[in-house]
């Protein structure tokens, strides 16, 4: 049996000068009592020793020597502990600045903000698929029309045509009264000469009656040059050469159908197509995510103050 063992047997256990720390009610104190749980049976094994080997003197220094590790062990227990409180209060802090940050509301500012975005992209689409189907009429209507341009050259010409052989027909008129009176003049005078040359030739009590007649038809002759001249200036040459010319840069074609295509309608759908995309990123790429992030942080909220519940917290 060694000296440590006859001590023990000798000495009752209330003689021996043990730790008399009460059991700590905290997790970090726990952690504290077990790392010094070594030191304090060392301290505790010294002082038998020192009692057996020394009596009296021996056991006061084995006495003195627990003493100081105990106190040593106190003190490292306390450090700890004040410096765990010290972390443990940042962190609490820097908890309730996050808990401000959240109280702040940024989430239904958010949803309120996409919802009025989205209200009025909902106006532009709206408006700008009703645009679309409008230029597509009107351009389907101009393409119709231009398919009849040839229709209308070809009666253009056809008109040409006509009022050429009427003015041929009048000439030859002339010409051939100019042969009956024996002079040459100009329509309106020839038909003149000729309605008098007839009327010298009929027999008396006829003249009158042939003379309205012929009066009649000289007025109708004579209006032909000038109708004419009117076809001619005021309707086919502005048809051919502004409306309908063939000419690169002329006509309605070239100067109003082409360039309200590629100046108006083609720009237009394409601004309306930008306007579909931009309207589809919308939400694809922020709507939809946001409002998919907004749920995972309500339901994230939902379980802290689940967590506050139950451990305390709230």
């Avoid at 000495?11 to 997790?27: K, S, T």
């Avoid at 010094?36 to 006495?63: C, T």
């Avoid at 995510?289 to 942080?297: M, T, V």
């Amino acid at each position: 049996m060694d000296e440590e063992e006859q001590l023990e047997e000798v000495l009752p256990d209330e003689c021996l000068v043990e730790d008399n720390e009460e059991e700590p009610a905290q997790n970090l104190e726990e952690a504290l009592a077990q790392d010094l749980e070594a030191a304090q049976q060392l301290s505790r094994r010294r002082f038998l020793v020192g009692a057996l080997a020394g009596g009296a003197a021996g056991l006061a220094v084995a006495a003195g020597t627990g003493a100081v590790v105990w106190k040593v062990a106190d003190t490292q227990a306390d450090l700890a502990k004040a410096t765990a409180d010290d972390e443990i209060a940042r962190l609490q802090g820097l908890v309730g600045l996050y808990e401000k940050l959240e109280r702040i509301g940024l989430d239904a500012i958010i949803q309120s903000g996409m919802a009025a975005v989205g209200l009025l992209f909902g106006g532009l689409e709206l408006g700008a698929n009703g645009l679309k189907s409008g230029l597509e009429l009107v351009e389907k209507g101009l393409l119709s029309i231009e398919k009849t341009f040839p229709i209308v050259q070809t009666g253009i010409e056809w008109v040409e045509k006509g009022v050429s052989a009427l003015a041929d027909g009048i000439g030859a008129l002339q010409a051939t009264l100019g042969r009956v009176v024996d002079k040459a003049s100009p329509i309106t005078e020839a038909l003149g000469d000729f309605v008098t040359f007839v009327l010298d030739k009929l027999p008396f009590g006829m003249g009158d009656k042939v003379q309205s007649v012929l009066g009649t038809l000289s007025d109708l002759v004579s209006g032909i040059p000038e109708l004419i001249e009117g076809i001619n200036t005021h309707l086919l040459e502005p048809l051919r050469q502004d409306w309908f010319s063939t000419e690169d840069g002329r006509g309605i074609d070239d100067a109003l159908f082409k360039p309200l295509v590629e100046h108006v309608f083609d720009p237009l759908e394409a601004l309306l197509g930008d306007l579909a995309g931009l309207i589809d990123t919308w939400q694809q790429k922020l709507v939809a995510p946001s409002q998919q992030a907004i749920e995972e942080r309500a339901t994230i909220r939902e379980q802290i103050a689940r967590y506050k519940q139950d451990h305390g917290l709230a």
